[in-house]
Each structure stands twice: as structure tokens, then as C-alpha cells.
């Protein structure tokens, strides 16, 4: 925590400090396993696009469609990986396209090593019509056969195309030509032996391949009096994946998903399947098409990944069956949450208001903006980030009530003239439109002022020369006040005389944990064992149920390692939720930190973990000396996800006399009243 106790580590050379014992798990074990599966994410609702039908035989909520096929582009040949280039024939038209090329009734070529140059090489797939009617249909003077090594190979990936002849052509005038008869253009030619063979790529769609044994040339020749092969087909697969404008959108609302395929998954026997990768679990496929287009719906805020993939059949996963896989994209429904404080609730006092969202909304359509309870927009709604703050100056009466919302900000003009600037201000104070999501109406809180201290805040009830008048007579008088449960090596343990002298003052006291290592913060045993020695001290101090019980996180450094991980979290939220009491986490609140990282991880695993927690944040913390009277606006900096940000310790003290942290807090943070 807490200032004095980094201060007080640099004394130290070592620390040794024991964890709670064993057994001391028993109570957690049966509330989450630490190895257990993630909770389950329910998939979101299908519909199928406006006007579209279902594709026969497919999932719930797709639509199929063919028209989408890209016309086959040229594809790329080459020499097959280990091989060389089959030699030219001054004799014949040298025609440049790479191939290698031998006499199969040799020894296959051989790398240095002695392997076969293509023994790394699938088995060749055999051609579509069996040899013995190819050599059937062959005109006299020989047969040829055309087989590839695979028929389906991802979008760019190269396959080798062999053609095999009965007799060679070394010496005669004729070659061994294979051609891309899709595009009419020639893959690979060789001008001796027997056996050609051509490594060729493309980045999409289906390429029907044909070898012919006659006088090179650049183009396909007639069939009639040339030795031809049978036809094969092979297959380019590339998956692509988009979604429709806006991708984010309010609960309930759809996000459009458009899957294309370079050909017509139907055809080949596959299908095209629609995964959730947030939830681990199909969401629908289409068994016939180039397109599968669905819309997803969602009751609740949050995120999902979504990929595309071509498989066997209906039944596969990313893990297996795959045969090409789009880039993963994300359908995010938005959720907005509102805080208001104040440290005056009473006429003239101000209200400070923050609207967090769960999407920064720079790139998105929409704009955030603060209501009154008349429905007034309270500042100037906010464009970019998650965050949007205004202040308000309390009138008279009750305090009222405050909302915020995502909406469309109206049209902006030309900001580059002095009319256009105006009309930005103008748009900026208007009403937002088509309205996405609504936090829930709040009233402000009162911002209260406290302090944090490793050494007691007083000996004695009545003492006047101990921490709490001291502070009283040189910041003000404290609210609440932070102490540790139990003794450290370094801090004693809140006592009875504190216990008194809080009662008697009417003072808060806001209970920390710190009975171990600052760098020992991994792993969800550990947190549940942490969780037992809390609650076990709270509950023989007489601390009430429902009361916060906060964890010390200390940020990485020369002391700290700061290795705080969401097993951790969620391990302390589970035994102190447990045992009654409200988990909080004291640590670095700021997005990128380490704990804040963390702290998403976790409320992505378990969103219980995050509307039944509260945090407390060190960060920013500020220089200079600051009084009750001066005590700087509530403003604590926030995590990249839902948590209920309700402290801040914005000074440290590093033994400044009084040595004491400064600290704000929300009156909804439930401390405990002696």
C-alpha cells in the first residue's frame, strides 16, 4: 500500500514471510476450482439478413449465396522446392516457365543428405480417371497422366502438378506441357524425359489443370492428335471474414457478418462455419455458397470474436478440420455506467460527473453525453475514448438525478470556417439521437476524505499527541481512515485503542490486507488463502459482514515484482465474497498497468468480479502538500473495463510528517463504523 510501506521495505534486506497454511484452502475449494473452466459465454442470437432465406441445409440464421466467385486469376508456377530446373532444348522453342523434370523409371533425384528431394512432399493425389481408361482414350504413340499432391491447398500455398508420359520426350520434337486451363495460361514445360513436374501457387478459386505431349507453344493445343491428359481440378482456399457498419451497436441490436470463400464451399463437399471464439462454440455455417452472411444480436453488453473457416463438415472446430481460417474480428454491444460525487451536496456545492463506456468510441459512429433528470444534456457530448465528464452546480432541494447515454451526435459542418466552429459547438450541446444504450439513473455520492497510515492512529482513545490529531490539527479531520488487519513485519495491526478512538471520533476505517510478500499476488490459491487470513481477522475484530476487506497490490519495482494475475483476483474475490465481506483491490488502476491488465482478464473470465468488487487506485499520484480544504477533485485514473473505481490515494507521504497517505473515497464504498 500504502506509502509508509514501500518506504519501510527499503530498510529491510530480506523478508520472510509465511503464507496462510494449507488447510486454510479448504473453505475455497468447493467455491471455485482453480483449475476449472472459464464460465460459460452464451452465444448470441441469429437472424437471418433482410430478405435473405435460409441456405438449404445449413445452420440457424444463414443465408448463402453463389454470385460472389472472383474469376481465377493466373496463378504463380515454380521449380518444386528441391528439385532443378529441367534442362532446355536448343533443338525446340525454349519457352521460359519453371519446372523440373525426370525419368520416373530412374532413381528419383536425391538431395545432398540422399533423401528424395520430394520426399517431404504429400503422396501425389491420382488423377480423377483411372489410368487404365486415360491410357484407353490416349491417340497412338503413348499415354500421359496428370496427377497434384493435394486438391485443396489454402489460399498461396503451392502444390506440385507431376505429368507422367509412357515414353520420354528427350530427343524428339515434342514436350511435356502442363496448362492452367482456367486462365488459359501455360504452368510449366519441359523439354526432356518423362516425368514433368511444376510447383504452382494461386491465391484463390478453383484451377482446372490439363498436360498435353506435343510441339511447345505458349497455348493449349487441339486435342486432336496430341497425347492429352486427363483433366484435374484443384482448389485455392481463402476465407475472408467482415463485418457490417457500425460493428459496435446497443444491446439487442444486430451487427451484420459477411463470410466469403474463394469458391463455392458446396461443390467441394465442405462447409462454412461461423465460430465464437469469446464463447468457445459454433454459431452457425452455410453447406453450400461463396457468401454465408448472418446477424447477430446480443441482450447484454460485451464483446465477442468472431472467425470464419472452411471444414469437413459441420462438426469441426478451430483445432481440427480446418482447411482455411479468416482473421479474427469482433461484434461488441455497448454498455455506458455513470458516477457522480461531490464533497457538498448541499445548494452551491459541485457535482463532478464521469460516463465511462466499454469501447473507446473514436472510430465507431457514436457520441457519449450526461442527462439531467429532465433530460437536459449536461456539457458537450464526447467523441472520442471512453470517457466523458461535466460538472454541475447544485441548485436548491434534493439531489437530483443523472444519466448517461450513447447516441449520434447531429451532423458536424465544415470546422475550418468561423460558421462551421459554431455549428460544432451547436452539435456538440444537442440532444444525442438514436440512442444505443442508457446507464442507470444515479443520484451523487459524497466524496469523503481520508487518510492511510502504517503507524496506529492513536496508542490511547484520549491521547492528544498521537497520528489523529495530529492530522486533524495540520490536514483536517479525516472521514475515514486506511489500517492493516493484521501485523506486518514492518505495520502493526489496527488495535483496540484505534478501534475506540475511531468510535469515538466517528471515524471510518477502511481495512487493509497485507500479512505477505508485496511480489507473492499469483495464482488463485494464493488469493483464496490471503482471503481466509482477511476475513479470519475482520470477523475476530468484530468487523461487520458486507464491510470491504481490501488486498494490497503494490506496483512492480526494486521491491515488487507487481506480478498480479487474474487467477489471483478472481481467488480473493471468491473467499472474501465467501465469508460475507465485500472484496476490494488496492493496486495501480490504470489501464495498461499490470493490475489493470490483470483485473480485465479476470472481469472477461467472470463478470461477477467486477459489479461485486470495489477498487481503490493509486495512480495519478500527485506532488505537493494538500489539506482537507484542498483536497484535489475526485478524478482517480480508471481500468479498461467494468470495475467500480470508488477510492484514490493521490498523495503518498514517503515519511513526510504527518506520515500519512491522502485519500478520497465515494460514501457508496462500504467502510466500517465502530
Same mark, same amino acid.
Given at each position: 500500500?500504502?506509502?509508509?510501506?514501500?518506504?519501510?521495505?527499503?530498510?529491510?534486506?530480506?523478508?520472510?514471510?509465511?503464507?496462510?497454511?494449507?488447510?486454510?484452502?479448504?473453505?475455497?475449494?468447493?467455491?471455485?476450482?482453480?483449475?476449472?473452466?472459464?464460465?460459460?459465454?452464451?452465444?448470441?442470437?441469429?437472424?437471418?439478413?433482410?430478405?435473405?432465406?435460409?441456405?438449404?441445409?445449413?445452420?440457424?440464421?444463414?443465408?448463402?449465396?453463389?454470385?460472389?466467385?472472383?474469376?481465377?486469376?493466373?496463378?504463380?508456377?515454380?521449380?518444386?522446392?528441391?528439385?532443378?530446373?529441367?534442362?532446355?532444348?536448343?533443338?525446340?522453342?525454349?519457352?521460359?516457365?519453371?519446372?523440373?523434370?525426370?525419368?520416373?523409371?530412374?532413381?528419383?533425384?536425391?538431395?545432398?543428405?540422399?533423401?528424395?528431394?520430394?520426399?517431404?512432399?504429400?503422396?501425389?493425389?491420382?488423377?480423377?480417371?483411372?489410368?487404365?481408361?486415360?491410357?484407353?482414350?490416349?491417340?497412338?504413340?503413348?499415354?500421359?497422366?496428370?496427377?497434384?499432391?493435394?486438391?485443396?491447398?489454402?489460399?498461396?500455398?503451392?502444390?506440385?502438378?507431376?505429368?507422367?508420359?509412357?515414353?520420354?520426350?528427350?530427343?524428339?520434337?515434342?514436350?511435356?506441357?502442363?496448362?492452367?486451363?482456367?486462365?488459359?495460361?501455360?504452368?510449366?514445360?519441359?523439354?526432356?524425359?518423362?516425368?514433368?513436374?511444376?510447383?504452382?501457387?494461386?491465391?484463390? !478459386?478453383?484451377?482446372?489443370?490439363?498436360?498435353?505431349?506435343? #510441339?511447345?507453344?505458349?497455348?493449349?493445343?487441339?486435342?486432336?492428335?496430341?497425347?492429352?491428359?486427363?483433366?484435374?481440378?484443384?482448389?485455392?482456399?481463402?476465407?475472408?471474414?467482415?463485418?457490417?457498419?457500425?460493428?459496435?451497436?446497443? #444491446?439487442?441490436?444486430?451487427?451484420?457478418?459477411?463470410?466469403?470463400?474463394?469458391?463455392?464451399?458446396?461443390?467441394?463437399?465442405?462447409?462454412?462455419?461461423?465460430?465464437?471464439?469469446?464463447?468457445?462454440?459454433?454459431?452457425?455455417?452455410?453447406?453450400?455458397?461463396?457468401?454465408?452472411?448472418?446477424?447477430?444480436?446480443?441482450?447484454?453488453?460485451?464483446?465477442?470474436?468472431?472467425?470464419?473457416?472452411?471444414?469437413?463438415?459441420?462438426?469441426?472446430? #478451430?483445432?481440427?478440420?480446418?482447411?482455411?481460417?479468416?482473421? =479474427?474480428?469482433?461484434?461488441?454491444?455497448?454498455?455506458?455506467?455513470?458516477?457522480?460525487?461531490?464533497?457538498?451536496?448541499?445548494?452551491?456545492?459541485?457535482?463532478?460527473?464521469?460516463?465511462?463506456?466499454?469501447?473507446?468510441?473514436?472510430?465507431?459512429?457514436?457520441?457519449?453525453?450526461?442527462?439531467?433528470?429532465?433530460?437536459?444534456?449536461?456539457?458537450?457530448?464526447?467523441?472520442?475514448?471512453?470517457?466523458?465528464?461535466?460538472?454541475?452546480?447544485?441548485?436548491?432541494?434534493?439531489?437530483?438525478?443523472?444519466?448517461?447515454?450513447?447516441?449520434?451526435?447531429?451532423?458536424? @459542418?465544415?470546422?475550418?470556417?468561423?460558421?462551421?466552429?459554431?455549428?460544432?459547438?451547436?452539435?456538440?450541446?444537442?440532444?444525442?439521437?438514436?440512442?444505443?444504450?442508457?446507464?442507470?439513473?444515479?443520484?451523487?455520492?459524497?466524496?469523503?476524505?481520508?487518510?492511510?497510515?502504517?503507524?496506529?492512529?492513536?496508542?490511547? @482513545?484520549?491521547?492528544?499527541?498521537?497520528?489523529?490529531?495530529?492530522? =486533524?490539527?495540520?490536514?483536517?479531520?479525516?472521514?475515514?481512515?486506511?489500517?492493516?488487519?493484521? =501485523?506486518?513485519?514492518?505495520?502493526?495491526?489496527?488495535?483496540?485503542?484505534?478501534?475506540?478512538?475511531?468510535?469515538?471520533?466517528?471515524? !471510518?476505517?477502511?481495512?487493509?490486507?497485507?500479512?505477505?510478500?508485496?511480489?507473492?499476488?499469483?495464482?488463485?490459491?494464493?488469493?483464496?488463502?490471503?482471503?481466509?487470513?482477511?476475513?479470519?481477522?475482520?470477523?475476530?475484530? &468484530?468487523?461487520?459482514?458486507?464491510?470491504?476487506?481490501?488486498?494490497?497490490?503494490?506496483?512492480?519495482?526494486?521491491?515488487?515484482?507487481?506480478?498480479?494475475?487474474?487467477?489471483?483476483?478472481?481467488?480473493?474475490?471468491?473467499?472474501?465474497?465467501?465469508?460475507?465481506?465485500?472484496?476490494?483491490?488496492?493496486?495501480?488502476?490504470?489501464?495498461?498497468?499490470?493490475?489493470?491488465?490483470?483485473?480485465?482478464?479476470?472481469?472477461?473470465?467472470?463478470?461477477?468480479?467486477?459489479?461485486?468488487?470495489?477498487?481503490?487506485?493509486?495512480?495519478?499520484?500527485?506532488?505537493?502538500?494538500? =489539506?482537507?480544504?484542498?483536497?484535489?477533485?475526485?478524478?482517480?485514473?480508471?481500468?479498461?473495463?467494468? &470495475?467500480?473505481?470508488?477510492?484514490?490515494?493521490?498523495?503518498?507521504?514517503?515519511?513526510?510528517?504527518?506520515?500519512?497517505?491522502?485519500?478520497?473515497?465515494?460514501?457508496?464504498?462500504?467502510?466500517?463504523?465502530?
Amino acid at each position: 500500500m500504502p506509502l509508509v510501506f514501500v518506504a519501510a521495505l527499503l530498510h529491510l534486506s530480506i523478508i520472510a514471510l509465511a503464507v496462510a497454511p494449507a488447510s486454510g484452502l479448504a473453505f475455497t475449494r468447493g467455491l471455485r476450482a482453480p483449475s476449472g473452466p472459464r464460465n460459460a459465454v452464451q452465444a448470441p442470437t441469429l437472424a437471418l439478413p433482410p430478405g435473405a432465406n435460409l441456405c438449404p441445409g445449413s445452420g440457424p440464421g444463414a443465408a448463402c449465396d453463389v454470385s460472389g466467385v472472383a474469376p481465377a486469376r493466373p496463378g504463380q508456377p515454380s521449380v518444386p522446392d528441391g528439385l532443378t530446373p529441367c534442362p532446355g532444348d536448343p533443338v525446340k522453342a525454349a519457352l521460359s516457365t519453371p519446372a523440373a523434370c525426370d525419368d520416373p523409371t530412374l532413381t528419383p533425384p536425391t538431395s545432398p543428405a540422399g533423401k528424395s528431394k520430394v520426399a517431404d512432399r504429400p503422396s501425389p493425389v491420382m488423377p480423377s480417371v483411372p489410368q487404365s481408361s486415360v491410357a484407353a482414350m490416349a491417340p497412338r504413340g503413348g499415354s500421359l497422366t496428370l496427377s497434384a499432391d493435394r486438391l485443396s491447398p489454402r489460399s498461396g500455398e503451392s502444390v506440385i502438378l507431376t505429368a507422367t508420359a509412357s515414353a520420354s520426350v528427350s530427343g524428339t520434337e515434342s514436350a511435356i506441357e502442363i496448362f492452367d486451363q482456367t486462365t488459359g495460361t501455360l504452368a510449366g514445360a519441359c523439354m526432356q524425359s518423362s516425368r514433368c513436374l511444376v510447383g504452382f501457387s494461386a491465391a484463390g !478459386g478453383v484451377h482446372s489443370f490439363s498436360a498435353f505431349v506435343s #510441339p511447345p507453344a505458349p497455348t493449349a493445343p487441339a486435342r486432336a492428335g496430341t497425347i492429352t491428359s486427363n483433366a484435374i481440378q484443384v482448389s485455392w482456399l481463402g476465407v475472408g471474414l467482415k463485418t457490417g457498419l457500425p460493428t459496435a451497436v446497443g #444491446p439487442d441490436k444486430p451487427v451484420m457478418l459477411t463470410a466469403t470463400s474463394s469458391v463455392d464451399v458446396g461443390r467441394l463437399g465442405f462447409v462454412l462455419i461461423f465460430w465464437d471464439t469469446t464463447g468457445g462454440q459454433r454459431l452457425t455455417f452455410c453447406s453450400s455458397g461463396t457468401t454465408c452472411s448472418t446477424m447477430l444480436s446480443e441482450p447484454a453488453a460485451g464483446s465477442h470474436g468472431i472467425v470464419a473457416f472452411v471444414a469437413d463438415n459441420a462438426s469441426a472446430t #478451430p483445432s481440427s478440420g480446418v482447411r482455411a481460417a479468416s482473421d =479474427t474480428v469482433s461484434a461488441t454491444w455497448l454498455s455506458v455506467e455513470l458516477s457522480a460525487s461531490s464533497t457538498d451536496l448541499h445548494s452551491g456545492g459541485t457535482v463532478y460527473l464521469s460516463a465511462t463506456s466499454n469501447v473507446d468510441l473514436t472510430d465507431t459512429p457514436w457520441s457519449m453525453g450526461i442527462y439531467d433528470q429532465s433530460g437536459r444534456l449536461v456539457g458537450k457530448s464526447c467523441k472520442s475514448g471512453r470517457t466523458c465528464s461535466a460538472q454541475v452546480t447544485l441548485g436548491s432541494g434534493a439531489a437530483p438525478w443523472y444519466s448517461a447515454a450513447i447516441g449520434l451526435q447531429a451532423p458536424s @459542418a465544415n470546422e475550418s470556417t468561423p460558421a462551421g466552429q459554431l455549428l460544432r459547438t451547436v452539435s456538440q450541446s444537442a440532444s444525442l439521437r438514436d440512442i444505443q444504450a442508457r446507464s442507470a439513473a444515479v443520484q451523487p455520492s459524497r466524496v469523503l476524505w481520508g487518510v492511510d497510515s502504517c503507524k496506529p492512529l492513536t496508542g490511547d @482513545a484520549a491521547a492528544a499527541s498521537d497520528l489523529y490529531p495530529q492530522v =486533524t490539527r495540520m490536514y483536517g479531520p479525516p472521514d475515514f481512515w486506511g489500517r492493516y488487519l493484521t =501485523t506486518t513485519p514492518n505495520c502493526p495491526g489496527i488495535s483496540a485503542a484505534e478501534v475506540a478512538a475511531a468510535a469515538a471520533h466517528h471515524l !471510518g476505517i477502511l481495512p487493509i490486507y497485507n500479512e505477505y510478500y508485496c511480489s507473492a499476488v499469483a495464482g488463485y490459491d494464493v488469493g483464496v488463502s490471503y482471503a481466509e487470513g482477511a476475513t479470519s481477522a475482520a470477523a475476530g475484530l &468484530g468487523i461487520p459482514r458486507g464491510t470491504v476487506l481490501m488486498i494490497d497490490i503494490e506496483p512492480p519495482g526494486e521491491w515488487c515484482s507487481g506480478g498480479v494475475d487474474a487467477t489471483f483476483i478472481e481467488g480473493w474475490y471468491d473467499g472474501v465474497s465467501g465469508a460475507g465481506y465485500s472484496p476490494g483491490y488496492y493496486g495501480d488502476g490504470t489501464g495498461s498497468s499490470t493490475f489493470g491488465q490483470a483485473w480485465c482478464t479476470a472481469v472477461a473470465d467472470r463478470a461477477e468480479v467486477a459489479t461485486g468488487s470495489y477498487l481503490w487506485s493509486f495512480e495519478p499520484s500527485l506532488l505537493g502538500r494538500y =489539506t482537507r480544504a484542498t483536497a484535489p477533485s475526485y478524478d482517480p485514473n480508471q481500468v479498461a473495463c467494468a &470495475g467500480r473505481m470508488v477510492a484514490w490515494q493521490y498523495v503518498l507521504s514517503s515519511g513526510a510528517d504527518p506520515d500519512v497517505d491522502s485519500d478520497e473515497a465515494l460514501s457508496k464504498l462500504p467502510l466500517w463504523y465502530p
